[in-house]
Structure formats: C-alpha cells, structure tokens
C-alpha cells in the first residue's frame, strides 16, 4: 500500500424528499442567489423543478434557471452560464442531475471564481483552487460527481475537432449532495445501464494495479462491484425497486469518491481512451467505456494475470483454475461482457455503432496520451501504438 491522502468534505444527504432541503442547505453554506442548472425535460414534468424552486424561496433564496445540459456537456453553455450568473450576482452554483449536469455545474463554478479562459483549464495551460459554493441533486446512479474532485466537458468552443478533457481539484467537491434514490426511477433503461457499468468502471480503473498488500479497499472494491453487477439488472427489471436504486446511486458516490482507490495506484487508460471517443463520436460515456474495455483487459493482462483472476473470482463469480491465472482471468473478461450484454451494452465498437477510420484511430490514440501528459496508465503504461492496438482489437 502507498502513502495517501483522503478526504471528502461533501455533506450527503441521502433518502426519500431530500430534495425538500435544497433551500434550508443553500441557505446554510451562505448562499443568497443560486442558479440551477440542469437539462432535460424531466425536471419540470417531474415536479422537481417546482419542488427546489418551493424550497429556495422558503428559505429566502433568490434564483435563475440555467437548462440545456446534453450529455457530454460543451464549454459554450457553461460560458452562458458563467455570463448569466455573473449579470444575475449570483452566489451558488445548484445542479439538478447526473454526471453531465454537475459537471457543467462545476465548471460555471470555477469560471465564476477565477478570470481566466475556461479553455485553458481542461487544456492544463492554467490551475486553480479556486470555485465558486457549488451543490448538487443527483438524478442519476452513476458518475459519482456529486462528490468526486472531478470535473469533466467537451471543449466545443475552438477552430478544430471537439476535445473532451477534464480538470480534478479537491476544490471541485460539493459542498452537499442530495440523493434521492427515487429521484431515479424514471430513467430510461439505457440511463440506468450505462451509468451502472461506470460506476463498475471507476471503480475496476482503480482496482487493476500493481501495488501489492492492499486487500482492505481490494474486499471493499469487491464488494461494491459485486453490488452493482446485481442492482443493475434488478433496477431494470423493476425501476421503482428502492434497494436497488437506493444501492446503485450510493455506489455511484463510493467508486469515484476516491475511497476505493486509497492505497494503490489506478490506471484510469480506459476512461482517457473513451474521451477520445466520446469527443468524437458523442456516444454514452459508460457505453463508450463497455465497448473498449475487455479490449484493453485482455491486451494487458498479461502485466499481473493474478489480478485478473482475483477479479473473476471474487467480481463475477468464475471458476478458479489455480494453476493458471490466465485462463482464470479471461473467464473473469467473458463474465464481464457476458454482463454487459445482459444489461444491454455494448463490448464492441461495432456494436457501440461506430467505425473509425485507421486515421480516425491514429487521432484519439494520440489525443487520449497527449491529455494524460504522456503518461497513459498505471497498471500497464500505453504508448499510441498500443492504443491503436487497443482500438482495433475493439472492432
């Protein structure tokens, strides 16, 4: 185990009408004006709008509404936002939603605190600890935003293709996340498919390392996997399953808190690999992840077959064949896609519905080791040349 630190200030609130608290908290950690930021319908016809709208007056908070986010959120409506915030004085940043929307949230919050181009943020030409008091309300089990460090957008305001590039800071962390687990009951299954197979992503990134004696966060990875590899499909045959929801969006938070990653060293390729993608092709981020994943496991398994085997047996259930940790890991990958199709996902660029070109696969491999400053996974270091590999396998 390696030296760490730890920590995640974010308070959490967690269980049935929480959202009913929104205004009381905001009021709490200062905030006098909020703009709430979100995207999609559901917000309004939900009632949820109307709901935290309720609350904040209440509480004696002004507001304006900020909507538009899409999925794999773009930098030219953060920019809107920040302006808008900005003529509003507005205080707090308040997102209602999932991955996309907190992020969003998140990088209106830091464009409020500092003066710099936002665009030289996620290109890693400038740094700052600075944000503005932001919170969320999550509507979605997956990214874990709602209290990771991590803000992730879609550089859409450049001469060029779009960029997908994400900037971590401690900053960065809500103040407080409300998580209503029936927040979540009418997503679409594909909402709740793709989200659970990140949540399995962030935290098999950590999981797959090469640091040796770290068996406490190994059982408590394990047992978080093992956790959402049944919620998802109970979710999806049940949507107003409250366990399983309930399971699912307090999974989402844990793996990528960075509590499963205390100790060891991640490799995060496969998520640098899949930015490319998305940046590209605007597809699912967690499809995007599913469709390249036992591509990668299998390229590098041969870096620490034992951990490969470990994950099987004790993620997936596989049979142990002790005197071969290859064949033991490879099982645990066929469970892997075995899993995903259940749930219906895809393990294959094909079936993600993508064909890149040779060039096109030249240009993301390139992009996702240029994004990691030429240091491109921990478990196994990848050069472009793999990545490329990686991709092809992938088809």
């Known amino acids: 185990m390696v030296n760490f630190e730890f920590l995640v200030p974010t308070k959490v609130v967690f269980g049935k009408d929480t959202e009913s608290e929104a205004g009381r908290l905001v009021k709490e950690y200062g905030g006098t004006k909020a ?30 509404e900020l909507d538009g986010v899409v999925p794999n959120p773009r930098l030219s409506l953060v920019k809107e936002g920040v302006e808008l915030a900005r003529k509003e004085g507005v205080d707090f940043v308040l997102a209602i939603g999932g991955g996309s929307a907190i ?8 464009g409020l605190a500092n003066d710099f181009e936002l665009e030289d943020l996620f290109l890693g030409k400038v740094a700052t600890d600075r944000i503005a008091p932001l919170a969320a309300i999550s509507t979605l089990a997956g990214t874990g935003s709602e209290t990771s460090n ?90 107003g399953d409250y366990a399983a929801r309930s399971n699912l969006l307090w999974a989402g938070s844990l793996s990528h808190n960075g509590l499963t990653g205390t100790g060891n060293v991640g490799d995060f390729a496969c998520h640098a690999i899949e930015h490319e993608i998305g940046a590209m092709f605007d597809v699912a981020h967690g499809a995007g992840l599913t ?81 990691r400053g030429g240091n491109l996974g921990g478990f196994c270091h990848l050069e472009a040349s793999d990545v490329v590999a990686i991709l092809e396998a992938a088809r």
């Open 35 to 64: 703009l709430i930021h979100w995207g999609g319908d559901y917000v309004r016809t939900t009632g949820l709008l109307d709901r935290v709208e309720k609350g904040l007056a209440e509480a004696g908070v002004e507001y304006v």
């Open 150 to 239: 991590s803000t992730v957008i879609n550089i859409d305001t450049l001469d060029g293709p779009m960029l997908k590039r994400s900037y971590n800071h401690e900053c960065a962390r809500p103040l407080f996340a409300i998580m209503n687990p029936e927040l979540t009951y009418s997503l679409p299954a594909f909402q709740t498919a793709a989200p659970g197979a990140d949540i399995m992503m962030h935290t098999m990134e950590r999981y797959f390392t090469t640091v040796e004696h770290t068996e406490l966060i190994d059982a408590m990875a394990e047992g978080l996997m093992r956790t959402v590899r049944t919620a998802v499909p109970e979710a999806l045959a049940n949507p």
């Open 291 to 371: 469709a390249i994943w036992s591509a990668w496991a299998k390229y590098v398994l041969h870096t620490k077959p034992e951990r490969f085997a470990q994950f099987g047996v004790n993620v997936f259930g596989v049979e142990n064949d002790f005197d071969d940790p290859v064949a033991t890991g490879l099982r645990g990958i066929e469970a892997w896609d075995d899993w995903c199709h259940k749930i219906g996902l895809p393990t294959t660029l094909t079936e993600l519905g993508i064909d890149p070109t040779p060039e096109q696969m030249r240009e993301m491999a390139e992009g996702a080791v240029e994004a």
């Open 103 to 110: 992020d969003s949230s998140k990088a209106i919050a830091y």
